[in-house]
């Protein structure tokens, strides 16, 4: 019965391809988010979506696309893979300030 | 340009004794501060919360200050206990919630010793 959840949880793929990272919330929450977890270890605010409206979004790559297709779902696009875009990536669920984080999902480029 | 700093990269404490975090913000207009846990593989997990207009919150063993003057939070864990061995992550936002992101710092890991 997870609240917030990802998949998959790993994924490893050559450079230059196209992947999808999928994240549901049944905590009925109205804003989702996505962060990155480099490999210095912070967490760092990627997008925003409230009520299928992008909300923030910081200085991230326009490989990058955030898709919501209903309020309980916020997929991660990434076109063009780039070694640099290793990492893990988390989604979070907020109603208020606290929010609530999916496992992770570790990108491997190679 | 850290907006965010825990300068301790890990603590080691002994089971039973007091563990102390520390957070150090710059950006006054942050009016909610955070604590999240992290076990490895995991996502953080929202621990306790404290709004500026507070300067103590308390839940069971969990306790974190803020000195608004100071720009300055922490975070206690009493008794601490083995399972408390995470990274902890401190994070500031705004009380108004909904689109925000939250700032992190780089977290501590702490290490309960038995």
């Known amino acids: 019965d997870t609240a917030v959840s990802q998949t998959p949880k790993y994924l490893v793929t050559q450079m230059g391809n196209d992947k999808s990272i999928k994240c549901e919330q049944n905590?009925?929450?109205?804003?989702m988010y996505w962060y990155k977890q480099d490999s210095k270890k912070f967490l760092k605010i990627m997008f925003s979506?409230?009520?299928?409206?992008?909300?923030i979004n910081e200085t991230v790559p326009n490989r990058f696309s955030p898709k919501s297709p209903d309020k309980a779902h916020l997929n991660l696009h990434i076109n063009s893979l780039e070694l640099g875009d290793s990492a893990v990536y988390f989604c979070?669920?907020?109603?208020?300030?606290?929010?609530?984080f999916g496992p992770g999902t570790r990108l491997t480029v190679t | 340009d850290q907006q965010v700093k825990q300068n301790s990269p890990s603590l080691s404490v002994q089971e039973g004794r007091i563990s102390i975090l520390n957070c150090d913000y710059t950006?006054?207009?942050?009016?909610?501060f955070l604590w999240y846990k992290k076990y490895p593989a995991e996502g953080p997990t929202f621990l306790i919360s404290?709004?500026?207009?507070?300067d103590k919150n308390e839940d069971g063993r969990f306790t974190v200050f803020l000195n608004k003057s100071a720009k300055h939070l922490s975070l206690h864990i009493v008794p601490s206990q083995p399972g408390d061995s995470a990274v902890y992550f401190c994070?500031?936002?705004?009380?108004?919630?909904?689109?925000?992101?939250?700032?992190f710092g780089k977290g501590t890991h702490l290490i309960i010793q038995p």
């Open positions: 979506y409230n009520n299928k409206e992008l909300i």
């Open positions: 950006n006054s207009m942050f009016d909610y």
């Open positions: 905590l009925g929450h109205d804003t």
């Open positions: 994070a500031v936002g705004r009380s108004g919630g909904g689109a925000d992101g939250l700032t």
């Open positions: 404290i709004s500026s207009i507070k």
């Open positions: 979070a669920s907020s109603q208020r300030a606290e929010q609530y």
